[in-house]
């Protein structure tokens, strides 16, 4: 069982850290395809956010609770901490920052102003650079195995 729980556990944290690096990456490298293009991908990632996002972060919590449990590691274990931690930032990022404001932009652009949803576009990025290096500390510290 420990096997089948660290699997689904590193499975599920490198989509989602890999989702959220390309989050990052995709919006720059679509742009030059005008309003349409970004209309779409701001509609992708609102679903994303539901059908992908939040099932890996929720299975990566759900096995690293299974993992503390069948490993007996400590809850007061550094790198378990830092993991928690972790799902509580990007939570927070997402649901009160990322979401909603994609909801801004979206609408902005079916209204056709594409001069405010620019203007919410460096509030996503900056919440996006944050979910994805606090993501990235937090797989070194599962791997170092901070304070184990």
């Known amino acids: 069982m420990e096997t089948l729980a660290l699997w689904l556990h590193i499975v599920a944290a490198s989509a989602w850290l890999g ?3 390309m989050s990052l990456l ?3 490298l679509l742009a030059p395809g005008g309003p349409p293009v970004m209309l779409a991908l701001g ?3 609102l679903v994303l956010s539901r059908l992908f996002f939040i099932p890996a972060a929720l299975l990566t919590l759900v096995t690293g609770i299974w993992l503390v449990v069948l490993v007996d590691y ?4 550094t790198f378990v901490t830092v993991g928690f931690t972790a799902v509580l930032v990007i939570a927070f ?3 009160g920052v990322l979401v909603p404001t994609g909801r ?4 902005a652009m079916e ?3 594409g001069a405010t949803a620019q203007a919410l576009a460096p509030r996503q990025r ?23």
């Open 43 to 45: 509609r992708a990632n």
């Open 126 to 148: 900056y919440v996006s650079t944050i979910n994805a290096l606090v993501l990235l500390v937090t797989v070194y510290a599962m791997v170092a195995r901070w304070g184990a």
């Open 93 to 95: 990022g997402s649901m």
């Open 104 to 107: 801004k932009m979206v609408a």
């Open 74 to 77: 400590g809850w007061g274990d």
């Open 19 to 21: 989702g959220n690096l």
């Open 111 to 113: 209204a056709g102003d």
């Open 26 to 28: 995709v919006p720059g």
